[in-house]
């Protein structure tokens, strides 16, 4: 059956947006400007600011909630049965868990690139398959064990393509954290932010003077900005888990139970900016007061670069698109019809990353992404639909796979986010 405009439509802004997400937080990272006091010009490390707006993003799915609520109770059509009473509180432990995961991701995006940084994030797939066997009792389907070696090897190769990257060029934000920008690289600030001690490990003194060893710095800087994102995903793997084992029994709508988790990210992270702000981090800050996050630098920063702050305003309001066509696209459509738009999402970020010259090309990460996508894949069950099109038989999931927006049965929350 064809799609419908409406269909289209919607597939079209979770594409869209979705990338938006991913590249207006790239952007923002790239940005140098002076923040307060008259202070050098250093790029824009905010990651724990940038996810405070993240979770603003998702609270406003509460208002689009809301808005769709008021809409179904004006028609005739009691499908759209009522939320069954649940406690807000219920959502603390996975807002947590999100706040915490999504921080370390933004953390690690100033690490490595775009594309890697969402290829990456399909290590969900691993923790969450694993946390459900042993804190769910669920049973895996040989195609889901499959899938989860798939990505694993997926996860190497991505992982070995930004080991053997040759060009420097590519991660000049690496180097700006690093301390490594000072080293013959023109037009980049030399700062000492962050990693000083990893620097001077990585890259001895050389005879001449200066350092060596500059690839060998990046290959360090862009390995654990790697790692951090797969760390990242552990956390998010127990979000799922939790939401899925207390949460979704409760019959809560995916934006309701986004936007719920958006607000008390975004309370808990707007208080512990102001300990942030004298937490001292040494080597680790990315801001000139050497704390765990500076917000007021940050504004300085926005307030003498604009375009830092249409960035920032991207990612706010990507999120909260995205998160709602998300969900509108496993309504109207299917989770399979979901699952294929996130990973074109993958491509989509890549190929702006390398006309943009945020990155370089490097044929692995084909091979890489091509694995990851084979186990996404295999564990959502990909597999079964197109062997079902082949013989031309109807898919037997199909049929419970999509429905309208508010009414009839709910979407998993893990589907939400």
Partial sequence: MAWTKYQLFLAGLMLVTGSINTLSAKWADNFVAPGCGGSQEHSFQ???LQAVGMFLGEFSCLAAFYLLRCRAAGRPDTSADPQQPFSPL???????CDMTG????YVALNMTSASSFQMLRGAVIIFTGLFSVT???RRLALSQWLGILATIAGLVVVGLADLLSKHDSQHKLSEVITGVA?????????TESLDKAFYK???PPSPGGGHVGHQLMWTCTCSRGDLLIIMAQIIVSIQMVLEEKFVYKHNVHPLRAVGTEGLFGFVILSLLLVPMYYIPAGSFSGNPRGTLEDALDAFCQVGRQPLIALALLGNISSIAFFNFAGISVTKELSATTRMVLDSLRTVVIWALSLTLGWEAFHPLQILGFLVLLAGTALYNGLHRLLLSRLSRDRPPAEEGEHERLLGGPRTAINDAS
């Fill in 90 to 96: 219920l959502f603390l432990p996975p807002a947590l």
């Fill in 102 to 105: 999504t921080s370390i991701m």
């Fill in 201 to 203: 490990l990585c890259c």
């Fill in 135 to 137: 804190f769910l009792g």
């Fill in 182 to 190: 000072g080293v013959g690289i023109p037009g980049l600030p030399c």
């Fill in 46 to 48: 905010h990651p724990f």
